[in-house]
C-alpha cells in the first residue's frame, strides 16, 4: 500500500532556509502536497506539484521531486518564527484517497 | 468564498454515546472526504464522495461510523457508541471536479470520556 514517510523534527534559526523531506511508495502518485498545521488548527495547503514536474516555486517556497527516488522536499526561504509548525507531506494516487506523512514539526530559533 | 466549515469544533462525550459532525463544503465542491487525525499522527483517510455517492471507505471505518452526503452539499459523520479511542480529530475536506488542490476545514475534536 502507499505509505509516505518524514523526519519528525528540525530546528533552524530564524532567517536561514529550511528543507524538509519526504519519500513515498506509490508509483502512481499524481499529485504530491505539503500541508502546514499550526496547533489546534486544521490542514493549511500550502503547495502541490504534478508528478510530471521537478520543480515549483512559489515565493519564498520551492518544491523538488525526484520521481525516481521518489523523493520530495520543501525548501522554506527566509525562515520565520511564524513560520513554526507542523508540516505534512501527502500523496494522491490513482484513486481519490490522499495519504499523508507522520509530519514534520519545525522548530524556528529567534 | 468561506472555505470548508466544520461544525462542532469541539465534542466532549461519554462512552457508549453517540455523536454527529457536520461538514460544509466550498461551493460547488463536488468532492468532500473525511479524515481522522490523533496526537502525534498524519491525517488518515476515511471516506470520500462524489456528489451524493460514497465512493471509497476505508477499513478503518467501522460499522460504528456512517457517513451520509444526501443531497451531495454539506455531509455528516455519526459515530454511535463512542469508544475512548474515538477520542480525535475529525477533518474535512473539499475539491472541485477534477481538482488538484483539495481543502482542509479546522477539524471537529472529539474527546471521550
Known amino acids: 500500500g502507499e505509505d509516505v514517510e518524514q523526519s519528525l523534527f528540525l530546528s533552524v534559526r530564524e532567517g536561514d532556509s529550511s528543507v524538509i523531506n519526504c519519500t513515498y511508495t506509490?508509483?502512481?502518485?499524481?499529485?504530491l502536497y505539503w500541508y502546514k498545521q499550526e496547533p489546534g488548527a486544521g490542514l493549511q495547503l500550502l503547495t502541490y506539484i504534478f508528478s510530471n514536474m521537478d520543480m515549483k516555486q512559489d515565493q519564498r517556497l520551492t518544491v523538488l521531486l525526484n520521481k525516481k527516488d521518489k523523493h520530495l522536499s520543501l525548501r522554506i526561504a527566509d525562515t520565520q518564527t511564524g513560520d513554526s509548525a507542523i508540516y505534512f507531506c501527502?500523496?494522491?494516487?490513482?484513486?481519490?484517497?490522499?495519504?499523508f506523512g507522520t509530519g514534520t514539526k519545525l522548530q524556528v530559533i529567534p | 468564498d468561506t472555505g470548508v466549515s466544520q461544525d462542532p469544533r469541539h465534542k466532549i462525550t461519554k462512552r457508549g454515546q453517540n455523536v454527529t459532525f457536520r461538514c460544509d463544503p466550498i461551493s460547488e465542491h463536488n468532492r468532500l472526504y473525511w479524515y481522522r487525525q490523533t496526537l502525534g499522527q498524519g491525517p488518515e483517510f476515511l471516506t470520500y464522495f462524489q456528489n451524493e455517492a460514497q465512493l471509497e471507505k476505508s477499513r478503518l471505518l467501522s460499522d460504528r461510523f456512517s457517513a451520509e452526503r444526501p443531497k451531495g452539499s454539506f455531509s455528516t459523520l455519526e459515530i454511535q457508541r463512542t469508544e475512548q479511542g474515538d477520542s480525535a480529530m475529525y477533518l474535512c475536506a473539499s475539491s472541485q471536479p477534477g481538482g488538484d488542490t483539495i481543502y482542509f476545514g479546522e477539524g471537529s475534536w472529539l474527546t471521550v470520556v
Open positions: 506509490d508509483s502512481s502518485s499524481t499529485y
Open positions: 501527502a500523496e494522491k494516487g490513482g484513486y481519490q484517497k490522499v495519504t
